[in-house]
């Protein structure tokens, strides 16, 4: 039976990613994005089978008239990147903290039956032991990640206060097609992809023994179809990864065995508000919604490269 759905940032790598599977399931997909860091390419080839709203996360009218109708919300719409939030942390804070304000206030406002939240890693900062466990004490180092938190905890907020069922997936380290490597606040894996194919050094800031856990788009998307239907899924926050930490080194050394290619190293100081470790216990999203990470690092690098190279 088809959904009607919402797709906030369906314009932007996640979010374009989620849009198709919705579509591909028979769901009635509408995108809201104002395109600032999404991409009308990433909509190009399914343009015609779902509605576009172009707004502003921070106009709750706006917010609000994308909302009408709609049974399901997938809250990608943000402002990313750890850099940028330090440079700019007031843009950073109003597009995450009240633009997510602005989404659990329409869906409530319109009757919606659930609304799933993409927060992040980021939120643990350097804390507690590693892996990262939801119980934890989350002390954010960045102003991301500060806003971050701030958006799960209104979400949490919703749940028990007005009933609106909500469930939070907090992301690590996400990659997969679409993802721009042209960006100045480029993540990793295009950055390091782009790099090594055009036989330039990769940029490591730190010495690059720092652990993250590098996630495939498509077990982030499966783990969003699962929150929208998990029975005791609302009201709680999860982490979404695969559970096996690398190091970036290692990331950069897996990617030149993906290309077949040499890879060379250029390390950079440490940037302000990096977490130096990162990696998840995903007990949680496995008990609650009954998800399995599905693709590996390598062969998510594998077919990350492949769509990378064919559009490139």
């Known amino acids: ?19 198709r599977r919705l579509l591909e399931q028979g769901d009635a997909v509408r995108v809201l994005d104002n395109f600032s860091t999404g991409n ?4 190009a080839d399914i343009v015609e089978e779902l509605e576009v709203v172009e707004g502003e996360l921070r106009s709750y009218e706006r917010v609000h008239n994308a909302m009408r109708g709609v049974e399901v919300v ?10 940028r939030s330090v440079q700019d942390p007031l843009t950073t804070g109003a597009v995450n903290v009240e633009g997510t304000l602005n989404v659990l206030l329409a869906a409530r406002d319109e009757g919606v039956r659930r609304v ?30 500060v806003s971050k938190l701030a958006a799960e905890r209104y979400a949490v907020s919703f749940a028990r206060v007005y009933g609106l069922e909500t469930v939070t997936l907090r992301y690590f380290n996400v990659f997969g097609p679409r993802q721009d490597p ?27 023994e720092q652990s993250r856990d590098f996630t495939y788009v498509d077990n982030v998307v499966d783990a969003n179809i699962r929150a929208a239907e998990a029975p005791e899924a609302s009201g709680h926050v999860m982490n979404v990864a695969t559970g ?40 949680e999203a496995r008990r609650l919604l009954g998800w399995e990470p599905q693709v590996g690092l390598e062969d998510g690098l594998r077919l990350t490269a492949e769509a990378f190279l064919a559009r490139a």
């Open 1 to 19: 039976m088809s959904t009607r759905v919402l797709v906030t940032g369906g314009g932007g790598f996640i979010g374009s990613n989620l849009a």
């Open 40 to 43: 009308r390419k990433n909509l």
């Open 74 to 83: 997938f809250h990608q719409g943000a402002l990313p990147s750890v850099p």
């Open 116 to 145: 799933i939240i993409a927060s992040s890693s980021s939120v643990y900062g350097n804390t507690g032991t590693l892996p990262r466990f939801e119980t934890q004490f989350p002390d954010p180092l960045s102003p991301y990640a």
């Open 182 to 208: 042209t960006s100045q606040y480029a993540a990793v894996v295009p950055r390091f992809i782009a790099a090594v194919d055009a036989g330039e050094p990769v940029s490591i800031y730190g010495d690059g």
């Open 244 to 283: 096996e930490p690398r190091s970036v080194n290692a990331l950069a050394d897996a990617i030149g065995e993906v290309l077949g290619k040499r890879v060379d190293k250029e390390y950079l100081p440490p940037r302000t508000g990096d977490v130096r470790d990162s990696w998840a216990d995903v007990a």
